[in-house]
């Protein structure tokens, strides 16, 4: 199983990220997909959640922020995020089941 994530990078706060992830060695179709992130020195936190259906959910600290999407013809995941904070800064790992990406850092300055 590969996880692979991208879209990480520098922007101010209030400005927009996309991560994406792309994944292989599992049937995509039906894997629940998540992003999770962790600040340095901070354990690493789920951050959002799609099911294969199509269903999702969030941390509080980034609903109304971040919209989780999944293309299944693709087999990519991504994590659109608005309205970014500082507190925002962290990298950001891909996850199904017991499968971790290496992660996309995410800084954003105030």
């Known amino acids: 199983v590969l996880l692979v994530e991208s879209g990480g990078g520098l922007v101010q706060a209030g400005g927009s990220l996309r991560l994406s992830c792309v994944a292989s060695g599992i049937t995509f179709s039906i894997a629940p997909m998540a992003w999770y992130r962790q600040a340095p020195g901070k354990q690493r936190d789920w951050v959002a959640s799609i099911t294969s259906t199509g269903s999702t959910r969030y941390a509080e600290s980034v609903k109304g922020r971040s919209t989780i999407s999944r293309d299944n013809a693709k087999n990519m995941v991504y994590l659109q995020m608005d309205s970014l904070k500082p507190e925002d800064t962290a990298v950001y790992y891909c996850?199904?089941?017991?499968?971790w990406g290496q992660g996309t850092q995410v800084t954003v300055s105030s």
């Open positions: 996850n199904s089941w017991s499968n």
